[in-house]
Nanobody, 129 residues
Framework: QVQLVETGGGLAQAGGSLRLSCAAS????????LGWFRQAPGKEREFVVG????????ISAESVKGRFTISRDNAKNLVYLQMNSLKPEDTAIYYC??????????????????????WGQGIQVTVSS
């Protein structure tokens, strides 16, 4: 079992930056792909960014390309979401997610929720205009 806890959320102004962190306990993240999702009020949860087990592949939603970056620190069992040039429409609850064990599939990553087995409780990010 993997427990995920997000930190770093809060209030930012449009054009500003925030960095979210997600810490894992219980199991290592080293053998898993990782992702960030978000859910805005009244909307379904959507994919934001993902990173493969090896870190060599990342994917991003079109809405955040060039602004948001995912990275991982396997030694610290952490995954980060750097958010720059924030917009009011980025306001949402942000969730980190971890896949199941991937074995040798080091380059696999997905935008599908069903690919991820473990989820954090979510953290609020609010961007004011």
């Amino acid at each position: 079992q993997v427990q995920l806890v997000e930190t770093g959320g809060g209030l930012a102004q449009a054009g500003g930056s925030l960095r979210l962190s997600c810490a894992a306990s219980g199991r290592t993240l080293r053998t898993r792909a990782l992702g960030w999702f978000r859910q805005a009020p009244g909307k379904e949860r959507e994919f934001v960014v993902g990173i493969s087990r090896s870190g060599e592949n990342t994917i991003s939603a079109e809405s955040v390309k060039g602004r948001f970056t995912i990275s991982r620190d396997n030694a610290k069992n952490l995954v980060y979401l750097q958010m720059n040039s924030l917009k009011p429409e980025d306001t949402a609850i942000y969730y980190c997610a971890a896949s199941g064990l991937l074995g040798y599939e080091s380059s696999v990553v997905s935008s599908s929720e069903s690919f991820y087995d473990f989820w954090g409780q979510g953290i609020q990010v609010t961007v004011s205009s």
